[in-house]
C-alpha cells in the first residue's frame, strides 16, 4: 500500500428529519447568517424545518443565484459583518453552499474574494452547517467552493481546511421538490465526482472506498433515472452517493471532465453537471486506454455491459431535457486552452494533451455520438 493522509472533519448526520431532531444543537453561535438560494430553500422544507428549531438570532440572504458571483458573496460578506453574525447557516444546491462557506472567510477577513485565490486568508472562516437541497454536487463534506470569475470569463475552485462544513445535515426528503431536469443534472453532476476521483492521479486507497462504495450505490438508481420517475428511496441513495463523491473529491480534487465542463456552463450555460455529463462518455474512452482495468470495475459497479452502454445511458438521461451542443472547432480550441490551465487536468490519468481534451470534447458535442 502507497503512503497517503485523509482529511474528513465533517460530521455527517442522515436521515429523514435530522433537522428537527437536531434542536438546539443545530446551532453553532449565537446569530446565523442563513445562506440560501431565492427559493429552493422555503420549497424544500429545509428552511422551515430549521426554523422551527434554531435558537438565538438569525438573518436570512437569500440572494445566492446558480453558479455565484463574486458580488454576491462580497454583499453576504457584508451582511454577516455588519449584523455580527458568529456562525453560516447554508441551505440549497452547491451554489448557495457553496457562496456561504466564502461569505464565512469575508465576515472575518478584510479582503477581496479574488485575493483569497491569490494569497488565502489568515482568520478562520466562521463555522459552518450545511443543508444540501441537491443530490449533486457532495459541497457538504468538502473543502471547496467555486465561484464565476466574470474577469477570467470561468468558474474557479477555492478551497481550505475551514472551509469543510462543521455539520452536515442530509435529509432525503428536501430533495423530493427538485424538478426532474435539476434531479439528473444533479445525479450525474455526483457520479462525475465518484468516477473523477477513482480516475485520479491522487487517488489512494482511502479515496478509493467511498468512491467505489458510491458508483455502485449510484448505480442501484439507474432504473429510477431511465424512468425518470426517482421514488424516495432512490433519492435517499443519490444523496448518499452524492455526498460519497464529496469525501473522495475532497482527497484527490476532480479531473479533466470538470475543467471542460466550466466552460461549457459559462459560455453555452448548461447546467454544472450536464456540462459534465456531456464530457463523460468521451472522457472514459479515452481513460480506457491508459487505465482499462479501472474503467471496466466503474461499468461493473454500475452493471453496464460496455462503454457503449455508458453513452448510451447518458443520452437517454438528458433526452428531452437538451444534453447536446455544438461547439465550433475555433470554440473547441479555446476551451481546451482554458482547461489545460487548471489543476484539474494534472489530476487525470495518462497526462491528457490538448489534442486529447480537444478529441473528447468534439466527441461531446457531436450529437451523432
Ligand atoms: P444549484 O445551482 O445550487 O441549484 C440549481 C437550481 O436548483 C436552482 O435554481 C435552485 O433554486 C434549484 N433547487 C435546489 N434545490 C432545490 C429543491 N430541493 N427544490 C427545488 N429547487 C431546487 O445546483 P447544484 O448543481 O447543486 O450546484 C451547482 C454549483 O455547485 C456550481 O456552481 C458548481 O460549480 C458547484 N460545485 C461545487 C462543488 C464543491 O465541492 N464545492 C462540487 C461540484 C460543483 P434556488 O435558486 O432557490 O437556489
Ligand atoms: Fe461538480
Known amino acids: 500500500m502507497n503512503k497517503f493522509s485523509f482529511f474528513m472533519p465533517t460530521k455527517m448526520v442522515f436521515g429523514p428529519d435530522v433537522v428537527r431532531e437536531a434542536g438546539a444543537g443545530l ?15 422555503r420549497r424544500s422544507g429545509a428552511l422551515d424545518d430549521v426554523l422551527s428549531v434554531l435558537p438565538g438570532e438569525y438573518v ?6 446558480n453558479n455565484p458571483s463574486v458580488e454576491t458573496v462580497i454583499e453576504g460578506g457584508k451582511v454577516a459583518k455588519e449584523e455580527g453574525c458568529d456562525y453560516v447557516l447554508a441551505i440549497g444546491g452547491g451554489s448557495p453552499l457553496d457562496a456561504a462557506k466564502v461569505m464565512a472567510v469575508l465576515a472575518v477577513n478584510d479582503a477581496h474574494p479574488l485575493q483569497l485565490y491569490q494569497d488565502g486568508w489568515q482568520n478562520r ?10 443530490a449533486g454536487t457532495g459541497s457538504e463534506v ?5 465561484l464565476t470569475i466574470a474577469e477570467e470569463q470561468t468558474k474557479k475552485g477555492l478551497g481550505g481546511p475551514d472551509l469543510f ?4 445535515y442530509l435529509d432525503p426528503k428536501y430533495t423530493e421538490s427538485l424538478p426532474l431536469d ?3 443534472d444533479t445525479a450525474v453532476d455526483a457520479l462525475s465526482h465518484l468516477v473523477e476521483s477513482y480516475l485520479s492521479q491522487r487517488a489512494t486507497e482511502a479515496s478509493e472506498l467511498p468512491a467505489l462504495q458510491g458508483i455502485a450505490l449510484w448505480g442501484t438508481t439507474i432504473p429510477a433515472l431511465r424512468k425518470k420517475v426517482i421514488d424516495r428511496e432512490a433519492r435517499a ?8 463523491g464529496g469525501i473522495a473529491i475532497a482527497q484527490t480534487g476532480t479531473a479533466l471532465v470538470h475543467a471542460l465542463g466550466y466552460s461549457l456552463t459559462y459560455y453555452d450555460g448548461l447546467p454544472h453537471g450536464r456540462a459534465n455529463g456531456v464530457c463523460m462518455p468521451a472522457y472514459l474512452e479515452y481513460t480506457k486506454t491508459v487505465a482499462p482495468e479501472r474503467v471496466d470495475t466503474i461499468l461493473e459497479l454500475l452493471e453496464l455491459p460496455s462503454l457503449a452502454a455508458f453513452g448510451g445511458l447518458m443520452h437517454e438521461l438528458f433526452a428531452g431535457i437538451g444534453g ?15 482547461a489545460m490551465l487548471t489543476k484539474n487536468i494534472k489530476n487525470s490519468l495518462g497526462d491528457p494533451s490538448a489534442e486529447d481534451l480537444a478529441r473528447i470534447l468534439s466527441r461531446g458535442s457531436d450529437p451523432r455520438s
Open 27 to 41: 446551532a453553532l453561535g449565537k446569530k446565523a447568517l442563513i445562506v440560501t438560494g431565492r427559493s429552493s430553500a
Open 60 to 65: 436570512v440572504f437569500d440572494q445566492v443565484e
Open 125 to 134: 472562516a466562521l463555522p459552518i452547517v450545511a443543508i444540501p437541497t441537491t
Open 142 to 146: 468538502t473543502q471547496y467552493a467555486v
Open 165 to 168: 462544513p462543521q455539520v452536515a
Open 182 to 184: 435539476v434531479t439528473i
Open 237 to 244: 441513495a443519490l444523496l448518499l452517493a452524492s455526498s460519497l
Open 324 to 338: 447536446t451542443l455544438q461547439l465550433s472547432a475555433e470554440t473547441i480550441e479555446h476551451y481546451v486552452t482554458k
